[in-house]
């Protein structure tokens, strides 16, 4: 299989960023730490991070943003695969900067065992809801099936995560 040359990939909830990240030193969830920097939650868990996604308090730091470009940089110069989402700033900076990147997807059919994902990762109902309403499920799946930017395009199957595609990206 030749390996997809790209030093980004985007993904939606759900698909195992965080867990990825956290079990293979050769990706960093840019997401992450963006949050954590952003509302200085350095001392939280992964539990307590995706418990608190769609209400993380007040903001401590408003250049989260340049934060987290100046991170994917660092990561992409060190070799590493950045993991980010729908962030349309950081997003822009990887497409304006002619950056490879890989669009993950959840395949239509999907919508619930996303929504259980989701459930069982402690995240909130209104998330949730926003990220798998039946309108918002179907318009992120048609953008996604359209979109010309990305290098590579990966639909994942049914149980499929990050995780079990990293073979397209490292041996």
């Given at each position: 299989?030749?390996?997809?040359?790209?030093?980004?990939?985007?993904?939606?909830?759900?698909?195992?960023?965080?867990?990825?990240?956290?079990?293979?030193?050769?990706?960093v969830?840019?997401?992450?730490?963006?949050?954590?920097?952003?509302?200085?939650?350095?001392?939280?868990?992964?539990?307590?991070?995706?418990?608190?996604?769609?209400?993380?308090?007040?903001?401590?730091?408003t250049?989260?943003?340049?934060?987290?470009?100046?991170?994917?940089?660092?990561?992409?110069?060190?070799?590493?695969?950045?993991?980010?989402?729908?962030?349309?700033?950081?997003?822009?900076?990887?497409?304006?900067?002619?950056?490879?990147?890989?669009?993950?997807?959840?395949?239509?059919?999907?919508?619930?065992?996303?929504?259980?994902?989701?459930?069982?990762?402690?995240?909130?109902?209104?998330?949730?809801?926003?990220?798998?309403?039946?309108?918002?499920?179907?318009?992120?799946?048609?953008?996604?099936?359209?979109?010309?930017?990305?290098?590579?395009?990966?639909?994942?199957?049914?149980?499929?995560?990050?995780?079990?595609?990293?073979?397209?990206?490292?041996?």
């Amino acid at each position: 299989m030749e390996k997809y040359k790209c030093s980004v990939i985007l993904c939606g909830p759900a698909v195992g960023k965080t867990y990825l990240a956290n079990h293979d030193s050769r990706f960093v969830d840019i997401d992450q730490e963006k949050s954590k920097y952003k509302y200085g939650l350095d001392n939280c868990s992964i539990e307590e991070l995706e418990k608190g996604k769609s209400n993380r308090g007040k903001v401590i730091n408003t250049d989260s943003n340049k934060y987290a470009i100046e991170l994917l940089e660092k990561t992409i110069n060190s070799g590493k695969i950045a993991l980010i989402s729908y962030q349309e700033e950081i997003l822009n900076d990887v497409i304006n900067n002619k950056i490879k990147y890989c669009l993950v997807y959840a395949n239509i059919n999907l919508r619930e065992e996303y929504i259980s994902r989701m459930k069982k990762r402690g995240n909130e109902d209104t998330f949730i809801n926003d990220m798998t309403n039946e309108e918002a499920w179907i318009s992120f799946y048609e953008k996604n099936k359209n979109d010309l930017k990305p290098t590579y395009k990966i639909e994942l199957k049914e149980k499929e995560y990050l995780s079990d595609i990293i073979e397209y990206f490292f041996d």
